[in-house]
């Protein structure tokens, strides 16, 4: 076991947390490679996730405004080659978050 930190990202000036869930427009390995490494550095992005389902990808972005999400969606999600269709939904408030699963 390890140790962690819970910040309070309000506190921390980052008050929006935004699901994104992304489809490419291929699912061949050198898009996913691709469409990898563009959001790895996005430093807004705190999780990705590849899905199965109807959305190749899941990401949790977190940032202060929604200026700040339409600057990202804009000149960084939009750009990443592959990236077909693009939704995201706002998170209005946390009901509950772990760190890890109570195992009991």
């Known amino acids: 076991m390890g140790y ?3 910040l309070d990202e309000a506190k921390l000036g980052v008050g929006i947390s935004v699901s994104v869930s992304v489809t490419l427009s291929a699912q061949t390995e050198d898009a996913i490679q691709r ?4 959001i790895l550095r996005s ?15 899941m990401l949790r972005v977190v940032v202060p405004n929604l200026e700040a999400f339409q600057s990202f969606l804009i000149t960084k999600l939009t750009r990443v080659p592959g990236a ?3 939704k995201s939904s706002f998170a209005l408030k ?4 772990r760190a890890s699963p109570s195992l009991a």
């Open 4 to 6: 962690g930190a819970r």
């Open 35 to 38: 469409f990898e490494k563009a």
């Open 43 to 57: 430093p807004e992005v705190m999780s990705c996730f590849l899905m199965t389902g109807d959305a190749d990808y």
């Open 84 to 86: 077909a269709h693009i």
């Open 94 to 97: 946390p009901v509950i978050q």
